[in-house]
């Protein structure tokens, strides 16, 4: 079972930056995160869960909502099993629990969906982003 773990959620300013990180692992299994598209979601207080971003194992394709394009920015370093989401210029509608999740792909694809949440096999527990004055 991959475990995936957000963290650098906070409360921040309109204006303001954040950097969330998700870390893979599997227990006692070495794995190669090379094979795992990964995509970022976000749940706002009554609504349904959203897309918001993804990267392909190959980190060559990258796709975002609409809401959040020329502001966030994913990465992925694959050494270090890690994805980074990089906000800025963050709103308070951009308040949300932000998920980190894995899909299987092949090694190095370029396949990644933001859209079908049902695609992901792998969910992380969430980390609160909060935008407020």
């Known amino acids: 079972q991959l475990q995936l773990v957000e963290s650098g959620g906070d409360l921040v300013q309109p204006g303001g930056s954040l950097r969330l990180s998700c870390v893979a692992s599997?227990?006692?299994?070495?794995?190669?995160?090379?094979?795992?598209?990964i995509g970022w979601f976000r749940q706002a207080p009554g609504k349904e869960r959203e897309g918001v971003s993804c990267i392909s194992s190959s980190a060559g394709t990258t796709n975002y909502a609409d809401s959040v394009k020329g502001r966030f920015t994913i990465s992925r370093d694959n050494a270090k099993n890690t994805v980074f989401l990089q906000m800025n210029s963050l709103k308070p509608e951009d308040t949300a629990v932000y998920y980190c999740?894995?899909?299987?792909?092949?090694?190095?694809?370029?396949?990644?969906?933001?859209?079908?949440?049902?695609?992901?096999?792998?969910w992380g527990q969430g980390t609160q982003v909060t935008v407020s004055s």
């Open positions: 599997r227990f006692n299994l070495a794995f190669n995160l090379g094979y795992y598209a």
């Open positions: 999740a894995a899909a299987r792909t092949t090694y190095k694809s370029s396949w990644c969906n933001v859209l079908n949440m049902d695609v992901y096999d792998h």
